[in-house]
C-alpha cells in the first residue's frame, strides 16, 4: 500500500519537529520503502533523548508530522512499531492519529500482541536419572508389546495348523518367491565373498605351520555351523524384512489395517502370518545355499592361493562337516528367519500415522532384527555347547 505522491521520491529521513511543550513531534518525509536505505531507530532514541532533556516541561508523549511522507510500505509500520516500543521503554505515550489510515490500523493491531517477555532460560533436557527412568519406562512398555504380539502371533500360528487362520494363500506362494528366489542374487555374493575372505585370513595363518588343508576345515565348519545362518539372517533382515515393515507401515498410514479389523479380519492372520511362514520356510533353505557359496569361496581360494586340488579341498571338506553341524545352522536359519518376520511386521503394526513414520518403522525394524539375530546367536550357540551337538 502507498499514499500518493505528492513530491519528488526523496530519501527517507527523520528529524524533530515543531510540537507542543508537552509532545515530542517526529517528522517523517520522503520515501519510506523496502529498496531504500531506512533511518537507524538509534538515531531516533538520541532525537528523544535530546527533546526530553533540553526541554523546560517534561515531554508526555511522541507525536508525527507526515506533511512530507511520499511513499510507504512495511518498512515504515517496521519503524513506527519501534518507536512505539522506545516510547514505553520510556514511559511515554505514542501518538499515532497523524498518521496514514492504513499505517494507524497496522499500528494498533502490532499494538493487540502482546509484547515479549524475557528469554527463557535455555531447556537443559531432563537430568540423568530422569532420563534413565524414561528409558526404563520405554523398556518396559516395548517389552509388553513384544510380548503381546508374540502371543498373537503363537494363536495364529496354531489357527494355521488348525486350518482355521484367515489369509490369501496367493499372497503366501508370492512371498515366499519374494523372499526366497528373489533373494539368491545377494545371498550369493555375500556368501562367496565371506567364504573366500575367511579362506585368505585361514591360509595366511596355516601357512605358517605348513598346515593350509585345514582351510578347509575353517571355512566348512565356519559355515555350515554359524556364518551361513547369520549371512542369510542379516541380509533378509536389510532386503526382506524391511519390505515388510515399509509394507504393512504404509497400510497403517492408509488406515487398510483399520479397514481389515472393521470387517472382522485380524491383521495378525491376514498379514503376519503369510510372512512368517514364508521366512521360517525360506530362511533354511537359502542358509544350505548360502553353505555351499561360502565353500566354494574358501575353495577359490584354497586352490588359487593356497596351492590346493579341487578334490583334497571338496574331501577335508566332507571329512571336518557333520550332520551335527549341519543341523545346528539349519535351527539357527530357522530362528533367525522367525526374527526377520516378526521384526520386520511388529515394527509395521507399530508404525505411526505419517510418511516420516514408514521411514522410522523401516529403520527400527533393520535394526531389530539385526539385534536380535547376534542375541539369538548367542544363546543358541550355548545351548548347543549344552547339549553336545556342537561336539
Given at each position: 500500500?502507498?499514499?500518493?505522491?505528492?513530491?519528488?521520491?526523496?530519501?527517507?529521513?527523520?528529524?524533530?519537529?515543531?510540537?507542543?511543550?508537552?509532545?515530542?513531534?517526529?517528522?517523517?518525509?520522503?520515501?519510506?520503502?523496502?529498496?531504500?536505505?531506512?533511518?537507524?531507530?538509534?538515531?531516533?532514541?538520541?532525537?528523544?533523548?535530546?527533546?526530553?532533556?533540553?526541554?523546560?516541561?517534561?515531554?508526555?508523549?511522541?507525536?508525527?508530522?507526515?506533511?512530507?511522507?511520499?511513499?510507504?510500505?512495511?518498512?515504515?509500520?517496521?519503524?513506527?512499531a519501534g518507536v512505539d516500543r522506545l516510547c514505553r521503554e520510556r514511559g511515554l505515550d505514542c501518538d499515532a492519529s497523524a498518521l496514514p489510515d492504513g499505517l494507524h490500523r497496522l499500528l494498533e493491531m502490532a499494538r493487540a500482541v502482546p509484547p515479549a517477555t524475557a528469554a527463557k532460560r535455555p531447556d537443559r533436557g531432563p537430568t540423568f536419572?530422569?532420563?534413565?527412568?524414561?528409558?526404563?519406562?520405554?523398556?518396559?512398555?516395548?517389552?509388553?508389546?513384544?510380548?503381546?504380539?508374540?502371543?498373537?502371533?503363537?494363536?495364529?500360528?496354531?489357527?494355521?495348523?488348525?486350518?482355521?487362520?484367515?489369509?490369501?494363500?496367493?499372497?503366501?506362494?508370492?512371498?515366499?518367491?519374494?523372499?526366497?528366489?528373489?533373494?539368491?542374487?545377494?545371498?550369493?555374493?555375500?556368501?562367496?565373498?565371506?567364504?573366500?575372505?575367511?579362506?585368505?585370513?585361514?591360509?595366511?595363518?596355516?601357512?605358517?605351520?605348513?598346515?593350509?588343508?585345514?582351510?578347509?576345515?575353517?571355512?566348512?565348519?565356519?559355515?555350515?555351523?554359524?556364518?551361513?545362518?547369520?549371512?542369510?539372517?542379516?541380509?533378509?533382515?536389510?532386503?526382506?524384512?524391511?519390505?515388510?515393515?515399509?509394507?504393512?507401515?504404509?497400510?497403517?498410514?492408509?488406515?487398510?489395517?483399520?479397514?481389515?479389523?472393521?470387517?472382522?479380519?485380524?491383521?495378525?492372520?491376514?498379514?503376519?502370518?503369510?510372512?512368517?511362514?514364508?521366512?521360517?520356510?525360506?530362511?533354511?533353505?537359502?542358509?544350505?545355499?548360502?553353505?555351499?557359496?561360502?565353500?566354494?569361496?574358501?575353495?577359490?581360494?584354497?586352490?588359487?592361493?593356497?596351492?590346493?586340488?579341487?578334490?583334497?579341498?571338496?574331501?577335508?571338506?566332507?571329512?571336518?562337516?557333520?550332520?551335527?553341524?549341519i543341523i545346528q545352522g539349519l535351527i539357527s536359519a530357522t530362528v533367525y528367519g522367525a526374527v526377520v518376520a516378526a521384526s520386520g511386521c511388529l515394527r509395521g503394526m507399530q508404525c505411526g500415522r505419517s510418511a516420516a513414520a514408514v521411514g522410522e518403522a523401516t529403520t527400527s525394524a533393520v535394526v531389530t532384527a539385526i539385534v536380535f539375530i547376534?542375541?539369538?546367536?548367542?544363546?543358541?550357540?550355548?545351548?548347543?555347547?549344552?547339549?553336545?551337538?556342537?561336539?
Amino acid at each position: 500500500m502507498s499514499a500518493p505522491s505528492t513530491a519528488a521520491h526523496t530519501s527517507p529521513s527523520v528529524a524533530l519537529g515543531q510540537g507542543s511543550p508537552s509532545e515530542i513531534q517526529l517528522r517523517i518525509a520522503g520515501r519510506w520503502r523496502l529498496d531504500q536505505i531506512l533511518p537507524d531507530l538509534a538515531d531516533t532514541a538520541s532525537i528523544i533523548d535530546q527533546a526530553r532533556a533540553g526541554g523546560q516541561h517534561q515531554p508526555a508523549r511522541v507525536g508525527f508530522d507526515t506533511g512530507e511522507l511520499t511513499e510507504w510500505d512495511s518498512a515504515l509500520v517496521t519503524y513506527v512499531a519501534g518507536v512505539d516500543r522506545l516510547c514505553r521503554e520510556r514511559g511515554l505515550d505514542c501518538d499515532a492519529s497523524a498518521l496514514p489510515d492504513g499505517l494507524h490500523r497496522l499500528l494498533e493491531m502490532a499494538r493487540a500482541v502482546p509484547p515479549a517477555t524475557a528469554a527463557k532460560r535455555p531447556d537443559r533436557g531432563p537430568t540423568f536419572v530422569t532420563r534413565v527412568g524414561l528409558d526404563l519406562g520405554d523398556l518396559v512398555r516395548s517389552t509388553g508389546e513384544i510380548m503381546a504380539f508374540f502371543g498373537e502371533g503363537a494363536i495364529a500360528v496354531r489357527r494355521f495348523f488348525g486350518g482355521r487362520a484367515r489369509y490369501r494363500r496367493s499372497e503366501l506362494w508370492l512371498i515366499i518367491q519374494e523372499s526366497g528366489a528373489d533373494a539368491l542374487p545377494i545371498v550369493s555374493l555375500v556368501s562367496f565373498l565371506v567364504g573366500m575372505i575367511l579362506g585368505y585370513i585361514g591360509d595366511q595363518q596355516l601357512a605358517q605351520f605348513g598346515a593350509r588343508i585345514y582351510v578347509a576345515d575353517l571355512v566348512g565348519l565356519a559355515t555350515v555351523i554359524q556364518m551361513g545362518a547369520l549371512i542369510t539372517g542379516i541380509v533378509l533382515a536389510g532386503r526382506t524384512g524391511a519390505a515388510f515393515a515399509a509394507r504393512i507401515g504404509t497400510m497403517q498410514v492408509n488406515e487398510e489395517i483399520d479397514a481389515l479389523r472393521t470387517f472382522g479380519i485380524p491383521p495378525m492372520e491376514f498379514l503376519v502370518l503369510p510372512r512368517m511362514i514364508a521366512l521360517i520356510l525360506m530362511t533354511p533353505l537359502l542358509t544350505l545355499y548360502a553353505d555351499l557359496l561360502g565353500i566354494l569361496g574358501g575353495a577359490f581360494v584354497g586352490t588359487a592361493v593356497g596351492g590346493l586340488t579341487v578334490t583334497a579341498y571338496l574331501v577335508q571338506t566332507q571329512a571336518a562337516i557333520g550332520w551335527n553341524h549341519i543341523i545346528q545352522g539349519l535351527i539357527s536359519a530357522t530362528v533367525y528367519g522367525a526374527v526377520v518376520a516378526a521384526s520386520g511386521c511388529l515394527r509395521g503394526m507399530q508404525c505411526g500415522r505419517s510418511a516420516a513414520a514408514v521411514g522410522e518403522a523401516t529403520t527400527s525394524a533393520v535394526v531389530t532384527a539385526i539385534v536380535f539375530i547376534v542375541i539369538a546367536a548367542a544363546v543358541l550357540t550355548v545351548i548347543f555347547d549344552a547339549i553336545g551337538l556342537s561336539g
